[in-house]
């Protein structure tokens, strides 16, 4: 387990390195003293519409604020500052989709045999979180991509090497891509030093690379039984949501039990909600732009449609709060 702790804060931190990079574009800001509080966090709503008031506040019936972490959890092992909303205002204008560039696209690497993740219900909720227009492409085969594989484990696996699918992506975006993720069910390699990578993103190139294959039980030799498939599409929709997040300059969570906290292994990922906090939501609508009602109505009707029995019932409680707001 420990090996996989680490790995998997390292394509964590892989991204984080990228937003720490693009940060010091934004004024070069170091702050010195304690973590904001939540409310810090936040900032400001007394210029927001009564709406946005009650969507951002930080309401204890909603939000709960980030648990102690545990041995072995992310906040244990890295010592991260969070991101406030005022401080992800500061670099805004490199981080919002613009007119000519407005579409997340999702290219499917290799195949997705039934018992995987469903690409339409994948894309689905990626359009409803992010409120944007979000478009599948063709599965391409994987021998059509120049990426260094090698087999490796116990039983033996193929994995391809994540960097160079990373710069052969930019090459196949479309022109009015904000972003591409290629998603796939083969397993990730990052650098022969490492036994495997859940995935990798480039903030700058806008282009990202995660695999599911290690969210489905049976990769580890573990029998599938009738929740398999709802943990799979629930682990596989959170993933591309945080992984995407960071991909719109959102930082690690230190606030809030959100899904932009950062995960070092799966039960930390099982345990994460499946939707924002209110410091990371404003920060997503800020750079995205959407609606607010409409947005949650969708992710409603998709934990609906998937038996996503308690997102579901949060998100309704919630719809019925942001309602009475208007
Ligand atoms: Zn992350
Ligand atoms: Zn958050």
């Not at 003293?33 to 009564?50: E, F, N, V, Y």
Request: contains cysteine; glycine residues 8%.
């Amino acid at each position: 387990m420990k090996t996989r702790t680490r790995l998997s804060a390292w394509v964590y931190l892989a991204v984080l390195v990228g937003i720490f990079t693009l940060q010091k574009t934004w004024g070069g800001i170091v702050r010195s003293g304690p973590i904001p509080t939540p409310d810090q966090a936040i900032g400001d709503l007394t210029r927001a519409t009564s709406l946005e008031r009650s969507t951002f506040a930080n309401d204890k019936a909603f939000f709960t604020p980030i648990r102690k972490p545990q041995p072995g959890d992310w906040l244990a092992e890295h010592d991260e500052p969070g991101q406030t909303v005022l401080e992800y205002r500061l670099g805004l204008s490199a981080l919002k989709p613009t007119p000519e560039q407005k579409a997340l696209y999702m290219l499917p690497l290799g195949q997705f045999e039934p018992g995987s993740p469903s690409l339409a219900k994948l894309r689905e909720f990626g359009a409803a979180f992010f409120g944007m227009e979000t478009r599948l492409l063709r599965v391409t085969a994987v021998e059509k991509v120049p990426a260094k594989r090698r087999i490796f484990g116990r039983p033996p696996k193929r994995q391809l090497l994540s960097t160079d699918i990373l710069e052969w992506l930019p090459g196949v975006k479309p022109r009015d891509a904000y972003s591409i993720i290629a998603v796939t069910m083969e397993d990730l390699y990052p650098d022969e030093a490492w036994n495997f990578v859940f995935g990798q993103a480039t903030l700058q190139g806008g282009a990202g690379v995660f695999s599911f294959a290690r969210y489905d039980p049976a990769f580890y030799g573990i029998k599938r039984d009738e929740q398999t498939q709802a943990l799979i599409l629930k682990r596989s929709c959170k993933v591309l949501a945080h992984e995407t997040g960071h991909m719109f300059g959102l930082m690690h969570c230190v606030f809030f039990e959100c899904l932009m906290n950062g995960s070092n292994h799966l039960d930390e990922t099982d345990t994460r909600p499946m939707h924002l906090c209110p410091v990371c939501l404003r920060k997503l609508q800020l750079s995205s732009g959407f609606d607010l009602l409409k947005r949650e109505e969708a992710l409603l009707k998709f934990f609906e449609a998937n038996s996503i029995t308690d997102e579901a019932a949060w998100s309704r409680r919630w719809l019925e709060k942001l309602r009475s707001a208007k």
